[in-house]
């Protein structure tokens, strides 16, 4: 069955950076354009990033651009989110999500706080 398993997730300050993986399985994942997503504590699901099947065309919120770059390794089946200058408003749980959007199949979520 389809797997989306995230990493990467935890405590740091304003400005700092972090690194989120997802290890995808049970699918072909060079197929499927892939995306971030994220939900912020009494929030909606947020759509954050983009990438198309062979690691081109990433698209961004307008939240994160210029801070955040999605990448893939097909060979690995991983999907990243390198995350820099992180804010306070970047606080949620992020999700490796299948599919175009924030609605498709994804994991469990890592968690991401932004705090001094």
């Known amino acids: 069955q389809v797997q989306l398993v995230e990493s990467g997730g935890g405590l740091v300050q304003p400005g700092g950076g972090l690194r989120l993986s997802c290890v995808a399985s049970?699918?072909?994942?060079?197929?499927?354009?892939m995306s971030w997503a994220r939900q912020a504590p009494g929030k909606d699901l947020e759509w954050v990033s983009g990438i198309n099947n062979i690691g081109r065309n990433p698209y961004y919120a307008d939240s994160v651009k210029g801070r955040f770059t999605v990448s893939r390794d097909n060979a690995d089946n991983k999907l990243y989110l390198q995350m820099t200058d992180l804010k306070s408003e970047d606080t949620a749980v992020y999700y490796c999500?299948?599919?175009?959007?924030?609605?498709?199949?994804r994991g469990q979520g890592t968690p991401v706080t932004v705090s001094s």
């Open positions: 049970g699918f072909d994942f060079s197929l499927y354009y």
């Open positions: 999500v299948r599919g175009m959007g924030a609605t498709g199949t």
